[in-house]
Each structure stands twice: as structure tokens, then as C-alpha cells.
């Protein structure tokens, strides 16, 4: 049974940091991608930021430039380094992960991963 667990949330102000870890047990084969999602209230889940086994990272223009994704492959951990945080990244954080097929068009959508774990909740307020 694969089990993925994100930790690292919390309550933050306007402008701090948080860093998110996405631990991976249970595999048996190694994912091609892994990637951060997050769903606001109300809202649909929407891509964050993705990384390859090979290490290319893929982000939401939003996030681009205050986010960094990264894994350590020897670890089966991912984590989102988040920085400058705003009120709008306020949500629950998702990690997924694939089987080890999804190709890079996809990764962008939710649908296209097979793993997920529970969520983590990031509160940026003051």
C-alpha cells in the first residue's frame, strides 16, 4: 500500500516562510513525477509545482519565484519550500505522486496522479 504524508503546515504572517515535506512509503517502483496541489475553500484543487525524477521543476506562475519544490530520491521525500507567503496561499497542500507513466503535458491536472496524501493545512494571515 503506497502512503503519502505531507508535514510542515501551520499558521504564518503575510511575508514568512513554511516548508512542506511529502514522504512516500509503501513504494515498491519509482515515480516519474511528484507534485504539490492545494485547495482553498470553495475552490477547485490547483496545480502548485511539479518535479521529475531527473530533477526539472515545474511551477504555477503564481508561485513562481517565492516557491521552491525538491526531492530526495534516496529518501522518497519531496518538500515545497515556500517563501513571501501571501493571504491567496492560504489552503490545505496536497503531495501526489504517479506510477511512473504520467508524461510532462499532464502534470499540470490532478486526475493524472495516482497518489495522494491526506493535506496539510498553510494559513498566511495576521
Known amino acids: 500500500q503506497v502512503q503519502l504524508v505531507e508535514t510542515g503546515g501551520g499558521l504564518v504572517q503575510p511575508g514568512g516562510s513554511l516548508r512542506l515535506s511529502c514522504v512516500v512509503s509503501?513504494?515498491?517502483?519509482?515515480?516519474?513525477?511528484m507534485a504539490w496541489f492545494r485547495q482553498a475553500p470553495g475552490k477547485e484543487r490547483e496545480f502548485v509545482a511539479a518535479?521529475?525524477?531527473?530533477?526539472?521543476?515545474y511551477y504555477n506562475d503564481s508561485v513562481k519565484g517565492r516557491f521552491t519544490i525538491s526531492r530526495d530520491n534516496a529518501k522518497d521525500t519531496m518538500y515545497l519550500q515556500m517563501n513571501s507567503l501571501k493571504p491567496e496561499d492560504t489552503a490545505v497542500y496536497h503531495c501526489?505522486?504517479?506510477?511512473?507513466?504520467?508524461?510532462?503535458?499532464?502534470?499540470?491536472?490532478?486526475?493524472?496522479?495516482?497518489?495522494w496524501g491526506q493535506g496539510t493545512q498553510v494559513t498566511v494571515s495576521s
Open positions: 501526489a505522486a504517479d506510477r511512473g507513466q504520467l508524461i510532462t503535458s499532464s502534470i499540470r491536472r490532478s486526475v493524472a496522479y495516482d497518489y
Open positions: 509503501g513504494r515498491t517502483s519509482s515515480s516519474r513525477f
Open positions: 518535479i521529475k525524477r531527473d530533477g526539472n521543476t
